[in-house]
């Protein structure tokens, strides 16, 4: 049997390093330098969305429900806005015409977005809007002036991110926002979302655990990161039955191209999360 004494010294030992490795682990402000860093990144994660084109495939599993299989489709910025997305595949099967014209409205709307961007480009006075992260399909705003330092390991920095949003139904304090930058290059590399603690939406779901990650990549040394993977899982309940899921989404076949309309002098879109 341990004497008593030595056991309240291991008990005392086990708290202190607990102490230290949640000190260690508790983000820490930003310095100067780092906060520049991080402001650098942001700037070098806009995409350039007219100029590459790729082809994506998105896989979703759910625990409840018709399994259903991959979703195929290729973006390409240099056709006409009715003709940029291409589906080949929906949920395995062969596009129908139903959906043939669901991606051409889709494309179409993308023109007309691209149009507003490239008017509003026109005004003396404007200033490209702030990088924004979806949630939900709702936008937050992350705080650019005040990021945290999560981790540091040799030649990358982990930034937690603040982020608020004008909605009210947007529970931003339950999402922990992690970016992870390339010291040397000033890119991005990685960003995480995760669920701090659950949440519900509209009453009839609740959000118990969840966290979804893009990954960046280089394709071309002359320009910025594109945005080559997402991928995410999550834990839910919709009306008390237990549903759990995940998604992945990869881009390749990375092609530069000319845009469609190279007379619209449009703003380099800021940097969206994928719908969580």
Same mark, same amino acid.
């Given at each position: 049997m ?5 056991? !309240? ?13 949640a000190?260690e682990?508790?983000? !820490? ?21 007219? +100029?590459? /084109? ?7 599993h ?21 003709d ?5 595949? @929906?949920?395995?099967?062969p ?35 702030p990088?924004?992260?979806? @949630? ?9 002036? +005040? ?32 970016i ?10 990685n960003?995480m979302?995760? *669920? ?8 009839i779901?609740? @959000? ?10 280089v ?8 945005? /080559? /993977? ?10 008390? *039955? ?35």
């Amino acid at each position: 049997m341990v004497p008593r004494a030595v056991r !309240r010294l291991l008990l005392t030992a086990s708290l202190l390093l607990a102490a230290t490795v949640a000190a260690e682990d508790r983000p !820490r402000p930003a310095r100067p330098d780092e906060v520049a860093l991080f402001k650098a990144a942001m700037q070098n994660s806009r995409q350039d969305t007219e +100029h590459w /084109a790729y082809t994506e495939t998105a896989t979703q599993h759910v625990s409840k429900g018709r399994q259903r299989g991959d979703t195929v489709f290729r973006f390409d910025p240099s056709k006409p806005y009715g003709d940029q997305f291409t589906p080949l595949l @929906i949920e395995g099967k062969p596009p129908t015409e139903r959906q043939l014209k669901d991606y051409r409205k889709r494309g179409e709307r993308r023109g007309e977005r691209v149009a507003r961007a490239a008017e509003a480009a026109k005004n003396p006075a404007f200033v490209p809007p702030p990088a924004t992260l979806r @949630i939900g399909g709702s936008r937050v705003t992350p705080d650019l002036e +005040h990021p945290l330092v999560a981790r540091e390991e040799e030649g990358r920095i982990t930034f937690e991110v603040p982020v608020t949003s004008k909605r009210k139904d947007i529970p931003v304090d339950k999402f922990q926002v992690l970016i992870t930058v390339n010291r040397a290059t000033r890119l991005p590399e990685n960003v995480m979302l995760r *669920i701090r603690e659950s949440f519900r939406v509209k009453l009839i779901a609740k @959000i118990k655990e969840g966290e979804a990650s893009m990954d960046f990549k280089v394709v071309d040394p002359q320009f910025a990161p594109v945005l /080559a /993977a997402m991928t995410g899982d999550f834990s839910a309940s919709v009306l008390f *039955i237990p549903v759990n899921g995940n998604f992945t989404r990869t881009r390749t076949e990375w092609k530069r191209v000319k845009s469609y309309d190279e007379r619209l002098q449009v703003k380099i879109g800021p940097l969206q999360l994928l719908d969580f």
